[in-house]
């Protein structure tokens, strides 16, 4: 059978995948262009890399309808900014005869057939409360906020819940606020992050479960002058987070590779 199917070796596929960022234009999204993209020279695979300019649900379906009606595309490795919007339009494709693969942020389970994540909700919120916890005087201890982009963005609201619930159990006296909501604007996230700060006299920190939310939160804390005062983590990317380690705003903060998960995303697609 390997032998009637090209032995695995790499040759030129008959077939095209749409790779569809949350939003094009930030780092995080770049490097998974880079990982697709690299994959699919590797393959043998045409990748296309598209997607909305802005985290808008209705816009990424709007896309995808249209792309889906083209009938130009044999696969789609979506990352979804709603689990139940854009399910409707990746369920639509499958009837198609469409292979659907969901990376970063999944979708319901029965409108896609593949889900490749970073790691398990649970480690990334676990590691996320314990670079907070060690950084915290004493261990553990105050009131933590958690920025976001959306409330129903389906990796970041597991992540939100579980951090609540890990917190509770191993560190009792952390408190975490209910999430405040950024929508993926720089601009709207210092302000939502100042707005956390100056509501919360007694702010510890601030866990950030975007790469826009964690700069965002750290040019806050140092326009508010609680650099050393508030801790500031959470997931994001090294050409995002520069500035805010060297100047000592941010110590620590957490991201997986994002090259390789989407190297392995096209993979699975393939």
């Known amino acids: 059978l390997l032998c009637l199917t090209g032995c695995g070796q790499k040759g030129e596929r008959e077939y095209t995948i749409m790779f569809m960022p949350k939003l094009t234009g930030i780092p995080y999204f770049t490097a998974c262009q880079k990982g697709a993209m690299e994959a699919g020279k590797e393959l043998g695979v045409k990748v296309v890399y598209d997607g909305a300019t802005k985290a808008d649900s209705n816009e990424q379906t709007q896309l995808l309808e249209r792309w889906i009606a083209s009938d130009s ?19 639509n494709a499958r009837d198609k005869g469409k292979l659907v693969v969901t990376y970063d942020a999944d979708c319901k389970k029965e409108a896609r057939q593949f889900f490749v994540n970073m790691a398990t909700y649970d480690a990334v919120a676990e590691e996320m409360v314990e670079v907070m916890a060690e950084q915290l005087t004493p261990k553990g201890t105050g009131k933590v906020g958690i920025l976001t982009s959306h409330l129903d963005a389906p990796n970041q609201k597991q992540w939100a819940d579980r951090i609540k ?54 040019e806050a804390v140092a326009q508010e002058n609680k650099v050393g005062k508030i801790v500031v983590t959470g997931v994001s990317t090294p050409r995002d987070m520069k500035k805010h380690v060297d100047n000592g705003t941010v110590k620590e903060f957490v991201l997986w590779n994002p090259v390789d998960l989407r190297y392995l995303s096209v993979y699975v697609a393939d």
């Open 165 to 218: 619930a890990y917190a509770k159990k191993k560190y009792p006296k952390m408190i975490v606020l209910d999430e405040e909501t950024h929508g993926e604007d720089r601009a709207k996230g210092i302000q939502r992050a100042k707005a956390m700060i100056n509501a919360h006299a007694d702010l510890k920190g601030i866990i950030g479960l975007t790469s826009i939310a964690v700069p965002a939160a750290a």
């Open 73 to 91: 595309y044999d696969a789609f490795v979506v990352a979804c900014n709603d689990p139940k919007r854009v399910a409707n339009a990746l369920k």
